[in-house]
C-alpha cells in the first residue's frame, strides 16, 4: 500500500522503469497513469515469450485484464494454503485430504483440540485477501459484471444482495467465530512469523493457513523435527465446484517514466527473470511456486522437489485439475476491499456475540463507497 501511494504521488520523471506489487492490485495498476501494461511489449515481441506460453493458466489469467491482456508478470507465485503437522494429524486421526471447506476445517481443529493433540488447531494468516481466495476456490464471484472481468467496471459489490454469495460469505464467517468462540484457532491476528510459526514448531498448533511463500520459514522452523505437508485453501462452504486456483503474491511490471530504453529494458528484465533457470532457483529460494513449465522443470526447481519439500506436489496435482472458475475480482479499490475484508473476519473471529449478517453489510456497505466514489471520480 504504501508503495502503491508512493508511485501514484510521484512526478512521472522521477519513477521508475519498474515496480513489484500484489497480484490483487492488477485492475488497479490497469487504471492508473504509472503502469504500461505488458501486452504492450508482448504485441511488439519478435523473439516470443515461450515462459509466457508455458506459464499456469490460473496464474496468467490472474494477471490480465478481462479481454485477456496481459498487464504484469508474476515474480513470486505465492499459493494460499494450509500448512500442517503431517505427525500430529496422523496420530489425531485427521485425513488432510478431506479439508476442502471451512466446515471441515472446524471438524479437523475441533478433532486436535478436543483430542488433546495440541492447544490449537489452526492460526490464520490475518490478510484480507485470504477472503477473496475462499470465496474464489469455490467460483464464488462476489461483484458484478462477473467480477469486473465481462469489459464492465464493477460498479455493485454483491456481499448482502446475492444469495449464492450471502451463503458462501455467511457461512466462512460463522466458521471464524465459532472457531475463535471455541478456542480451536490462535486468537485472530497472531502475528503468523514470531508467534503461529513457533507455536506449529513446538507443537501447539497443528495447522497455520497462509500462503506457499511462508514455505522456507515453516521448514526451518520445524528443523526436521516433524514432516511438513500443505493442502489447497478450502472453500468457504461446501457448495461450488472448489476446483478454481486462487492466485496470491506478487508480480512485475513496467512503470511509465517516459524513458522508452529503460522501459524496454524493464520488459526484458521480467523475461529473463521468468526463465527457467532463473524462476525456478527463486521459486526453490523462496519457497514460491514455480510460475511456468520451465521452472518446474528446472534442475534448481526438480531438486527442491525432491528433496527439499516433497510435499509440494499437493498443489501441482491440484493445478493440473483446475480450471477458470477462480478470478480475483477485478476491482481498483484493492485497498479498501482488503482492508473491509480483515475487518469482518477480525470481528467474527474475535466478538463471539457480533450478528454475521451485519458484519457482512458492514463490509458491503465499506466497499461499495470506495466503489462509488472511484467509479464518480472516474467515469
Not at 45 to 64: N, P
Not at 190 to 209: N, R, V
Not at 212 to 236: R, W
Not at 249 to 278: L, P
Amino acid at each position: 500500500m504504501e508503495c502503491n501511494a508512493k508511485l501514484q504521488s510521484t512526478e512521472k520523471e522521477n519513477l521508475p522503469a519498474m515496480f513489484s506489487g500484489a497480484v490483487e492490485d492488477v485492475a488497479m495498476y490497469a487504471n492508473s497513469d504509472f503502469c504500461v501494461p505488458l501486452q504492450k511489449y508482448v504485441d511488439a515481441d519478435t523473439e516470443g515469450w515461450q515462459e509466457l506460453d508455458d506459464t499456469w493458466d490460473a496464474l496468467r489469467s490472474a494477471y490480465s485484464d478481462g479481454q485477456g491482456n496481459l498487464i504484469g508478470y508474476p515474480i513470486g507465485y505465492s499459493y494460499p494454503n494450509i500448512f500442517y503437522n503431517a505427525d500430529l494429524l496422523k496420530k489425531a486421526g485427521v485425513d488432510p485430504a478431506s479439508i476442502q471447506s471451512f466446515d471441515d476445517l472446524y471438524d479437523a481443529s475441533k478433532t486436535i483440540v478436543d483430542g488433546g493433540f495440541a492447544t490449537y488447531g489452526i492460526g490464520f494468516f490475518a490478510n484480507g485477501a485470504m477472503f477473496n481466495v475462499a470465496l474464489g476456490r469455490e467460483g464464488v464471484q462476489a461483484y458484478n459484471n462477473e467480477n469486473g472481468l465481462n469489459g464492465q467496471p464493477v460498479t455493485e459489490c454483491l456481499y448482502d444482495s446475492d444469495t449464492t454469495v450471502h451463503d458462501s460469505i455467511y457461512n466462512m464467517l460463522s466458521i471464524y467465530q465459532k472457531m475463535g468462540a471455541e478456542k480451536l484457532c490462535v486468537p485472530y491476528g497472531a502475528d503468523y512469523q514470531s508467534e503461529i510459526i513457533p507455536q506449529m514448531a513446538s507443537g501447539d498448533c497443528a495447522m497455520m493457513m497462509g500462503v506457499i511463500s511462508m514455505t522456507t520459514k515453516v521448514l526451518d522452523a520445524a528443523a526436521g523435527n516433524f514432516e511438513v505437508g500443505v493442502i489447497p485453501m478450502p472453500s468457504a462452504s461446501e457448495s461450488g465446484k472448489r476446483t478454481g486456483e486462487p492466485a496470491a503474491g506478487t508480480g512485475t511490471y513496467v512503470c511509465d517514466n517516459g524513458n522508452e530504453k529503460a522501459m524496454q529494458g524493464a520488459y526484458e528484465f521480467i523475461k529473463f527473470a521468468s526463465t527457467g533457470e532463473q524462476a525456478g532457483y527463486f521459486a526453490s529460494a523462496t519457497g514460491y511456486i514455480a510460475p511456468n513449465q520451465e521452472a518446474y522443470d528446472s534442475a534448481a526447481y526438480k531438486t527442491y522437489r525432491e528433496e527439499t519439500f516433497p510435499g509440494i506436489s499437493v498443489v501441482y496435482d491440484s493445478l493440473a485439475k483446475s480450471d477458470s472458475s477462480a478470478t480475483n475480482p477485478y476491482v481498483a479499490i484493492s485497498n479498501e476491499m482488503r482492508d473491509a475484508n480483515k475487518v469482518a473476519m477480525e470481528t467474527a473471529a474475535t466478538d463471539p456475540t457480533a450478528d454475521i449478517n451485519t458484519v457482512i453489510t458492514t463490509a458491503k456497505d465499506s466497499i461499495q463507497e470506495a466503489l462509488d466514489i472511484y467509479n464518480q471520480s472516474n467515469s
